[in-house]
């Protein structure tokens, strides 16, 4: 997908709540990336490219990090000793010290909440395949007219005859991909 048509969607995504985009609108919080990026060289030592491909991939495609963000905080890793720098076949290697290995210890469970938010992030990579962003509009439709027409009654059974016609519908698509497979 386009750059233009991730970032129309992502804008969608966020005014109507939908996925992970909606709560917190931007994948990494403040204090983050650095908190990633140490924790990717923790497991391996890696150049900046292939830590942009790390995270990209973390996220199933949904967050791309831009050299911009990348390269700044690996200069900030460096100036406070917790990972360092070596030039290896023309590229810049960075590997994490002993102070940046104690710092993720310290950290496991931030680290930990990152990846399980890269975990949810991958599981809507698919809303970027083509086509995907025209599902969005009439999906919340859906919504909306879910929720209209059980504000508008009062019968309890209400909530769930709506229930059983969206797990139908759900069904439904399901089974157009399993006669896909």
Same mark, same amino acid.
């Given at each position: 997908?386009?750059?233009?048509?991730?970032?129309?969607?992502?804008?969608?995504?966020?005014?109507?709540?939908?996925?992970?985009?909606?709560?917190?609108?931007?994948?990494?919080?403040?204090?983050?990336?650095?908190?990633?990026?140490?924790?990717?060289?923790?497991?391996?030592?890696?150049?900046?490219?292939?830590?942009?491909?790390?995270?990209?991939?973390?996220?199933?495609?949904?967050?791309?990090?831009?050299?911009?963000?990348?390269?700044?905080?690996?200069?900030?890793?460096?100036?406070?000793?917790?990972?360092?720098?070596?030039?290896?076949?023309?590229?810049?290697?960075? #590997?994490?010290? @002993?102070? *940046? %290995?104690?710092?993720?210890? $310290?950290?496991?469970?931030?680290? &930990?909440?990152?990846?399980? =938010? +890269?975990?949810?992030?991958?599981?809507?990579?698919?809303?970027?395949?083509?086509?995907?962003?025209?599902?969005?509009?009439?999906?919340?439709?859906?919504?909306?007219?879910?929720?209209?027409?059980?504000? #508008?009654?009062? @019968?309890? *059974? %209400?909530?769930?005859?709506? $229930?059983?016609?969206?797990?139908? &519908?759900?069904?439904?698509? =399901? +089974?157009?991909?399993?006669?896909?497979?």
């Amino acid at each position: 997908m386009h750059w233009h048509h991730r970032a129309r969607f992502h804008r969608q995504a966020r005014r109507h709540g939908l996925g992970p985009w909606g709560a917190r609108g931007r994948f990494f919080g403040p204090g983050e990336v650095r908190l990633a990026l140490l924790s990717l060289l923790a497991e391996r030592p890696q150049h900046g490219y292939e830590l942009m491909r790390s995270l990209e991939e973390r996220s199933g495609g949904t967050y791309r990090a831009s050299a911009g963000t990348i390269y700044p905080t690996l200069q900030q890793l460096e100036d406070e000793d917790l990972v360092r720098s070596d030039a290896v076949e023309g590229k810049r290697v960075y #590997r994490v010290t @002993d102070a *940046g %290995r104690a710092e993720v210890a $310290r950290e496991a469970e931030a680290v &930990a909440g990152i990846w399980r =938010r +890269a975990d949810d992030w991958g599981d809507w990579s698919d809303l970027f395949e083509p086509g995907a962003t025209e599902l969005v509009r009439p999906a919340m439709e859906l919504f909306k007219a879910s929720l209209r027409a059980l504000a #508008r009654s009062d @019968d309890p *059974g %209400r909530v769930d005859a709506i $229930r059983a016609i969206l797990r139908d &519908a759900r069904q439904r698509i =399901r +089974a157009l991909d399993d006669a896909e497979a």
